[in-house]
């Protein structure tokens, strides 16, 4: 079951995130049974002229980046099959579109992007008596990285 939190144009410029703020926090109360089901509708109409795709407008970008200060680890609740994390990670990670190649992101940014947020759901994980390191493992894979499991040991020390 996925849940789809709309976001408006209007909250996007005001950078709002208060109408996905209690659905989200509902969510995150028991994240075994919420994990990846959250998805993002954006509805911020762009010219038809501007050649733009959604993660290189600054304003979108800018709300996701409050969005992710706010909850570190709303990754664990996105819905990774339909390509919420990877369009998601495309809003806080530099970045660049290719017509034959699709998002090609900067391979240094996006490493320290995953190896972060490994970390902070490491600890929210743990802070919520999950200890269930495949999701960790299949998170960073979820986004072209390949975590050996002895690493998650040095994070239990």
Known sequence: ???VLRVEQEAIERLDISLVAGTIEALASDPLA????IRFEIVYPLAEEDPRELPEVQEIRLWFMRLDARYPWLPYLLDWRSGELTRYAAMLVPHEFSSTEGIRFSPEAMELFVMGKVFVLADWLDAHKIQNRSDLRYFAQSLGYDIDLAFFDLLAA
Not at 34 to 37: E, K, W
């Open 1 to 3: 079951m996925s849940t």
């Open 34 to 37: 919420n994990a990846r089901q």
